[in-house]
């Protein structure tokens, strides 16, 4: 199989598993950044590595979900210049997260949603997979999220801004992470991992935390959860974001 052909045509089945082994990698290189605390140049390392094996996951999960199609995983997995690409993905997610959270938008709608008396109820198991249904309750929910929705689009200087204090180090991540794995010689001088500072980790750590946290949350909800639930969160989580983005467009 051609090398630009193994993204396309994946069953179910083999975009969950990918979007399982993707999320776990990312997961124990966190763990393992952590656990290296005191061994800088190497948690900086995999610091920057556990936000690519997320942004391969996110990747995934769009196409499981039927967000966008399948061909779009290689833009992360096989792009010319795959480690910045991803690391110019993971810019995007973290400054558009990062402002979500700043503005409480999904405690908000949460919040809303339980204290709304939907006329929809819940009569079978049948429901919970039925298109039909699911359109007749994101109705409902569409206007009870509308004003949240309008908070996040309408604040794109704060977007900016946020985005802005992110650049530069997502750029020059890739740089940081072979620095803090290979010995080079760099304007006539020769570098090492142990060059690297505590005060360089903590920037790492404090850049890799939000996205880690906050990007995967979606992704773990649909790696551990049984069948029958992927089943309802997968048409779920498509709708809503389609609803996001469609509100987006009209302003």
Not at 28 to 57: C, M, P
Not at 109 to 131: H, M, R
Request: proline share 3%; aromatic share 8%; hydrophobic share 35%.
């Amino acid at each position: 199989m051609a090398k630009r052909e193994r993204y396309k045509n994946l069953t179910d089945q083999q975009l969950l598993d990918g979007m399982s082994a993707c999320y776990h990698s990312s997961q124990n290189h966190y763990k393992n950044a952590i656990f290296n605390s005191d061994n800088f140049g190497l948690g900086i390392a995999l610091f920057i590595i556990s936000i690519e094996e997320l942004v391969k996951a996110n990747g995934i999960f769009h196409c499981y979900i039927g967000l966008t199609e399948q061909e779009t995983i290689d833009i992360a997995f096989n792009s010319k210049d795959k480690h910045r690409t991803r690391l110019k993905m993971a810019l995007g997610l973290s400054s558009a997260y990062e402002l979500i959270e700043k503005l409480d938008f999904t405690s908000s709608i949460e919040q809303k949603v339980q204290n709304a008396d939907f006329q929809l109820k819940v009569n079978s198991i049948s429901d919970l997979v039925d298109p039909e249904w699911h359109a007749a309750l994101f109705n409902q929910v569409q206007p009870l999220v509308q004003s949240e929705i309008q908070k996040v689009t309408s604040s794109s200087k704060e977007i900016e801004t946020e985005f802005e204090q992110h650049t530069s180090w997502f750029l020059h991540a890739q740089n940081m992470k072979e620095r803090g794995l290979y010995a080079d010689l760099i304007n006539n001088q020769w570098e090492s991992p142990l060059s690297l500072e505590q005060d360089d980790y903590q920037t790492a750590r404090e850049h890799a935390e939000p996205i880690i946290h906050q990007v995967s949350k979606p992704i773990q909800k649909m790696v551990e959860a049984p069948e029958l639930e992927r089943s309802v969160l997968r048409p779920m989580m498509k709708q809503f974001i389609e609803m996001s983005k469609t509100d987006d467009n009209k302003r």
